[in-house]
């Protein structure tokens, strides 16, 4: 046990996790080591004296025997202690147990507070400081109420960082990445002290990985990395096209590790139903996901299930995910004065040489449509947050609009612990493209970090972004809506 708060039992091999959670709901994940009940004991007491089973779910033999309990009839802005346990007896022990607290009701104004970041290897330079910190903000008056894990939450391909010491090919291999990133490192606690809403970048699967023609028939990683594994004498299989088992494998143990518990999707690909997602030519469906928290609304972009580059042409998303996101956006436009566009890529960042890499600046003829998408519905009050550089940025952009010119931002955070990118500043710049009048960086961050996000709706909508870093934070920016002029920055301001 430790001294945080979560008791680690022998019935589970990795969690417990929270997942989604609204006012009234929370989804608990673990995943065990046979098949059987798992039973949720939710309470408000500490020691869980006053436990009640409040639901029970049972481990799937063809997830990895992952579990989701989904937990209902819960109080809104509420703090619930928990345990899940494999027998059906109450929590005996005087705990500590992990705790969670349940969404606001809808119209809450907040402040509300959340985190997000992307990147994290057990084996980097930096160990699981920032995640520490995280923790240590866990106790705070403004203390975070749910994360985002914007991708890279495991490197199967980092033989040697990933813990496995080769490059995970099975599904063994790949549930074990996950393992040793969540269940042997600080992240035990985060994972279960914290609800967690998650969508993977490359590295779930593979390095810069890519389909090469929209029938998802054949996948690649990049020129670049086969040419290296081949030069480095890795097995064959990690340097021709990415086999079936690993796509299988890495495609599997996301959906048991990170969307399992999830909030609900918006076209889920087949399969799902039965844990266990196909990966069809002919299915539309994928992993983007949409929430809302108080007076904010997220859309969680899926930039990997139908992204495919080569002899056909290239593509991030296919035509069912760019409806869909025009129809969340008009949809929540003027009912949520603050949004939310998750992307496990920076919109923003563009690279001096055409490196590849797969970012938004790979896909030009994507990017100008999105930001033709903000601009043509006037879609104000909209903040991108993204991952995957291993440097951190702020860029403030100003779009065209159609009715007025308007400012947008994008908060770039990465990585919880991986090698940094010390030439992001030299090797890169704020992206302009037709739609963007100006965009210029607040600044940029070599160092391990994560981001901290505050918000509210009085007396105005207001946003307050920190950059966090294992020794505080480095970057204070605040945001205010103004009735007359619109979203302005009103303050930055360097930190520690
Ligand atoms: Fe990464």
């Not at 001096?352 to 797969?358: A, F, K, S, T, V």
């Not at 934070?473 to 303050?491: F, K, N, S, Y």
Request: charged fraction near 20%; aromatic fraction near 12%.
């Amino acid at each position: 046990m430790s001294e945080h708060g979560v008791k680690h039992t022998t019935d589970w091999v990795v969690g417990p996790v929270v997942g989604h959670v609204t006012p009234e709901t929370v989804r608990l994940w673990v995943r065990g080591r046979a098949a059987g009940p798992v039973f949720a004991w939710v309470g408000r007491e500490p020691d869980l004296r006053d436990a009640r089973l409040a639901a029970a779910g049972q481990t799937w033999p063809e997830a990895g025997f992952a579990a989701v309990v989904d937990v209902t009839g819960l109080e809104p802005d509420t703090r619930y202690f928990y345990t899940l346990t494999a027998a059906e007896t109450p929590p005996a022990g005087p705990g500590p147990y992990p705790s969670f607290q349940t969404a606001p009701p809808a119209d809450a104004a907040g402040p509300l507070t959340f985190v997000f970041g992307s990147c994290f290897v057990p084996g980097n330079p930096y160990g699981e400081a920032t995640v520490q910190r995280l923790l240590h903000l866990l106790t705070a008056a403004d203390a975070p109420r749910f994360g985002l894990l914007l991708g890279d939450q495991i490197y199967p391909d980092a033989a040697s960082e990933n813990g496995l010491g080769r490059i995970a090919l099975t599904v063994d291999d790949y549930r074990e990445a996950y393992r040793l990133a969540w269940a042997e490192t600080a992240w035990r606690e985060a994972l279960a002290r914290l609800p967690w809403y998650m969508i993977w970048d490359d590295h779930e699967v593979d390095n810069d990985w890519f389909w090469t023609s929209p029938d998802r028939v054949e996948a690649q990683t990049s020129w670049y990395t086969r040419l290296l594994r081949r030069l480095t004498g890795q097995p064959r299989e990690t340097w021709v096209n990415i086999s079936r088992r690993r796509l299988h494998a890495a495609v599997q143990t996301f959906w048991e590790h990170q969307m399992m518990h999830g909030a609900p999707l918006r076209l889920p690909p087949e399969g799902v139903e039965a844990q266990r997602p196909l990966i069809l030519t002919s299915d539309r469906g994928h992993f983007g996901y949409t929430f809302t928290y108080g007076p904010a609304a997220f859309y969680v972009l899926d930039l990997h299930s139908h992204r495919y580059m080569g002899a056909y042409g290239r593509a991030m998303m296919n035509a069912e995910q760019w409806a869909d996101l025009e129809h969340w956006l008009l949809d929540v436009r003027d009912r949520y004065p603050i949004k939310f566009l998750v992307s496990s890529v920076s919109v923003f960042f563009q690279q001096r040489l055409p490196m590849g890499g797969g970012r938004w600046d790979d896909f030009p003829d994507e990017r100008r449509r999105l930001v033709h998408l903000l601009n043509a519905h006037q879609v104000e009050g909209l903040f991108i947050l993204t991952g995957d550089l291993h440097v951190a940025h702020v860029v403030e952009a100003r779009l065209e609009g159609t009715e007025r010119p308007f400012d947008a931002w994008e908060f770039s955070v990465s990585p919880w612990g991986q090698h940094v990118f010390r030439w992001g500043r030299l090797l890169g710049k704020p992206a302009r493209f037709p739609g963007v009048r100006t965009a210029r960086w607040l600044g940029t961050w070599a160092v391990p970090n994560f981001g901290w996000v505050r918000y509210g709706t009085e007396p105005r909508p207001w946003l307050l972004f920190r950059l966090e870093t294992p020794t505080g934070p480095r970057l204070t920016v605040r945001l205010e809506h103004d009735p007359a002029r619109g979203w302005q920055r009103v303050a930055s301001e360097p930190g520690a």
